[in-house]
């Protein structure tokens, strides 16, 4: 009797000792825990988890102040005024000040640094001037009148940039900056306690953070599981309880047998197909860009070729960016057939009549799922139009050069994941001073549109940007394919995550239960 | 021997001075750089990240340059993992590259042989059959089949071993080892049968047999040593294919060893990367074949007498 006693307490105890354990699957092995080096999305997470920036994500992924406890934005939304939270520490103890950010920004966009993702800062007053060299970065527009008070100046009204200041590029840095960034005082949930390379990174809680009564794990430990299919068997032996992703072609598997585990969720991502308008046969010629859209089956493309879960594209903005109303394209809202009967005409009108069919050329990155795609939209375009297509894939740095250049490329696969949450965020790439528009689209009026959008607000902003949007689709630089999903395991033994378009998860609101000893 | 020693070891160094050639101007030569991405980068940064890494350098300049850094055995800075240099992460990787590959070389020559030694004394019989056709399958099967086959059987099913990852613990090494080690044992049993046949079959075995020897001494002391020869020269690039990691075994069992970085330094243009682990790898390859030379030399008396004449 006595003895039965003690082994139910020892266990009782130990679990309450030793506190909750949660095991996060995270992609590839993080490229950086340097706030300035840090570009994939494996690091970003890993330095969302141990560190903040003024403002955060809430479970839902909104933005939430962080180590900011209020702000004020003047009228022309160009001045932002941040009180710091007096309980902000970092893991050693010491307070986050104004000046640990005036510091790291001043690293950020200095050209010693080379900051990767340095451009998000590019709306700060002399940030551009600065990280070419031109200016000093004590010149930038980022300010300390006291050590709670942070003033920072932007050119232009930024309406995201309270997003890009919880990125890692705009984070504070303590003073003392270790060689090794494994090693630095942190400011987050989360801190870093043991890192094996492509194996293990284990996060402890902070206890110096403002919040840490409320993050109920103690333990996270992080699994870089670069294969899909790996994490997936590790997930299904018990060793994960949240996955990163999900292999491709198991959607319906784990839709069948593990329904209440498999989460998929709209994403802030758009798969498209560019039309390079420098060069024949699309240049001057709408029509032709039009009957290949609208001859291109989304709903087979989405439910059958790439089959999970994700939602065909009949925009580039995907749905979900707060009161913005993607803008769909002309015939969108058409039955398939009768899509392809005004392809067939548009075709027609383009000056291909029967008998002399179009040639063209299908780019795209090596990779066995947009070869998938690329075969289903040709073999739609020869059945439709009677198109024929060439299929060429190129390895990922030969294709984005090829891309950037425009010189061989007719058809390429195209697509985006936003930086932040805004339509801006897609539309932007169409500009025709943007050097990521590899399409070449140059249209006076949407940049005109685009233009007035930045210095607006509210309603008439998304007015604008939605006129733009409809302009875009009317020239049909890009094909609009499907929005992208995010695709994680979840099992049930965890609480608290909710899905939301960000796809950020941040393990400060992540409960599990039965703890693993 | 120790002619024959010296005499192997200065070969070694042309080959070495090829390798890195061949490799530098290689990578140079595809199309794309480090610094290449969606995002092209302002060109005034592109040109400070150039000076940093000395890609502002003429081929040449960065040829000498990077001779130069070897010599003094310093890898540079990776493209791909700015928190390390290629010497940290080779320190990381290398150790549970060799444990895996030594303990899969172990288990593969010690099962390997006596599977073929006991095909051999069984020539013809079921015994014989059932054990190359099981060796036919082990080299026939590849590991990105088997592995998965495995870890749904043992780990997710059974639940017995982790389906993955890397504690440096018994548990998590068996899996991979085993999975590792099955072509290479299967290969072993084959070449160990058909040697052993051939040694069985000859003059001074034999004149052994005549003198009235036990069939097990005959084995041991007259067959094994000259049975063993072919096996013994598939050892040195076998050992160093294996503990330079495999790429499929890394990815599938997610351990964190050298294999990965092949693959994934070449697709990042990661050229210090990828010029750290073929150095690295070259230089392992030729001691391996240096040792196995040697071993050879000791077991093999005819190398031994042409030396000396």
Redesign the interface.
């Known amino acids: 009797m006595n003895k039965r006693y003690l082994i139910l307490f020892t266990i009782m105890f130990s679990h309450a000792l030793l506190g909750a354990t949660l095991h996060r699957g995270l992609g590839p092995?993080p490229?950086?825990?340097?706030i300035h080096?840090a570009q994939g999305l494996p690091a970003i997470q890993i330095l969302r988890e141990i560190r903040e920036g003024l403002t955060s994500f809430d479970a839902a992924g909104n933005i939430i102040p962080g180590v900011a406890a209020s702000w004020k934005i003047d009228e022309e939304g160009r001045l932002y005024r941040f009180k710091l939270r007096n309980n902000a520490r970092w893991s050693n103890g010491d307070t986050v000040t104004a000046e640990d950010f005036v510091r790291a920004w001043q690293r950020a966009l200095s050209?010693?640094t080379?900051a990767?993702t340095a451009?998000l800062l590019a709306p700060v007053v002399n940030a551009q001037e600065a990280?070419?060299?031109t200016t000093e970065p004590a010149d930038i527009g980022i300010r300390a009148p006291s050590s709670d008070t942070l003033e920072i100046r932007l050119d232009t009204a930024t309406p995201w940039f309270l997003e890009v200041l919880a990125h890692p590029v705009s984070y504070p840095l303590h003073a003392d900056i270790p060689d090794?960034?494994?090693q630095a005082v942190v400011n987050g949930a989360f801190m870093i306690d043991q890192l094996?390379?492509?194996?293990?990174i284990r996060l402890k809680k902070n206890p110096e953070f403002h919040a840490a009564e409320s993050v109920s794990l103690d333990t996270v430990d992080y699994?870089?599981?670069?294969?899909p299919?790996?994490e997936l068997?590790?997930y299904?032996?018990?060793?994960l309880e949240i996955t990163e992703t999900i292999p491709a072609g198991r959607h319906d598997w784990l839709e069948t047998y593990l329904p209440d585990e498999l989460q998929v969720n709209p994403y802030i991502g758009s798969f498209w197909l560019g039309l390079n308008l420098k060069r024949e046969p699309f240049a001057g010629n709408p029509k032709l860009r039009r009957a290949l859209s609208l001859a291109v089956d989304r709903r087979i493309i989405a439910r059958l070729v790439v089959g999970a879960g994700e939602l065909p594209a009949w925009s580039i903005v995907p749905p979900r960016m707060g009161r913005y109303q993607p803008q769909a394209f002309e015939g969108s809202d058409l039955e398939q057939q009768s899509r392809e009967m005004e392809a067939k005409r548009l075709y027609r009108e383009a000056g291909y009549p029967s008998g002399t069919p179009l040639n063209i050329e299908l780019r795209y990155n090596t990779s066995s799922q947009h070869r998938k795609i690329a075969l289903a939209v040709s073999s739609m375009w020869r059945q439709v139009l009677g198109v024929n297509t060439d299929l060429v894939n190129e390895?990922?740095?030969?294709f984005?050069?090829s891309r950037?250049q425009g010189t061989l490329t007719q058809v390429f696969r195209g697509g985006w994941i936003a930086d932040y949450a805004d339509p801006t965020s897609f539309l932007d790439l169409f500009r025709s001073n943007n050097?990521?528009n590899t399409t070449f689209y140059a249209n006076e009026s949407f940049d005109r549109l685009m233009d007035q959008a930045m210095v607006l607000e509210g309603s008439e902003r998304i007015e604008r940007l939605q006129r733009a949007e409809t302009q875009l689709m009317k020239d049909m630089p890009v094909i609009p394919l499907y929005f992208y999903v995010s695709r994680h395991m979840v099992k049930s033994t965890v609480t608290g995550f909710e899905p939301n378009v960000r796809d950020i998860h941040l393990s400060r609101y992540l409960e599990v239960e039965n703890p693993n000893p | 021997m120790l002619r024959h020693a010296l005499g192997r070891l200065l070969g070694v160094l042309p080959t070495l001075l090829m390798l890195i050639t061949v490799a530098f101007f290689l990578m140079r030569v595809?199309?794309?750089?480090p610094f290449?991405?969606?995002?092209?980068?302002?060109p005034?940064?592109e040109a400070?990240?150039n000076a940093?890494y000395h890609l502002d350098e003429s081929l040449a300049q960065q040829y000498f340059r990077y001779l130069g850094q070897i010599a003094v055995l310093d890898f540079g800075p990776s493209f791909?993992?700015?928190?390390?240099t290629v010497n940290e992460?080779i320190a990381?990787?290398f150790p549970v590259s060799l444990t895996v590959g030594l303990l899969a070389m172990t288990l593969a020559f010690g099962v390997g042989t006596l599977l073929g030694i006991t095909a051999a004394l069984r020539q013809n019989t079921g015994v014989d059959y059932s054990l190359m056709g099981l060796a036919m399958l082990g080299i026939s099967i590849p590991n990105f089949v088997i592995a998965?086959l495995l870890?749904?059987l043992l780990?997710?099913y059974a639940?017995w071993l982790?389906?993955?990852?890397?504690?440096g613990g018994f548990a998590s090494m068996v899996l991979p080892v085993v999975t590792l080690s099955l072509p290479v044992t299967a290969y072993v049993a084959r070449l160990t049968r058909g040697s052993m046949i051939e040694v069985l079959n000859s003059n001074f075995i034999r004149t052994a047999r005549a003198k009235g020897l036990p069939e097990i001494v005959v084995i041991r002391r007259h067959a094994l040593k000259p049975a063993l020869l072919p096996v013994i020269s598939f050892m040195g690039p076998a050992t160093a294919g294996m503990i330079s990691g495999s790429v499929v075994i890394e990815?599938?069992?997610?351990?964190?060893?050298l294999g990965?970085y092949f693959v994934q330094g070449a697709?990042?243009?990661d050229y210090t990367l990828v010029m750290g682990v073929v150095v690295f790898y070259g230089v392992l390859i030729i001691i391996l074949n240096f040792i196995v030379d040697l071993i050879y030399a000791w077991l093999n008396p005819k190398i031994r007498y042409d030396e000396k004449r």
């Open positions: 092995e490229d950086s825990l340097d080096q050209p010693a080379l990767r451009s990280m070419v060299g090794q960034p494994s094996t390379m492509h194996a293990l699994l870089p599981i670069e294969d299919s790996s068997s590790r299904r032996a018990g060793e390895e990922w740095k030969v984005v050069n950037r050097e990521l | 595809a199309p794309g750089g290449d991405s969606e995002k092209a980068l302002p005034e940064i400070n990240l940093k791909q993992y700015k928190d390390w992460l990381q990787g998965p870890i749904l780990a997710v639940g982790p389906a993955g990852g890397w504690d990815r599938i069992f997610s351990i964190p060893g990965s697709l990042n243009r």
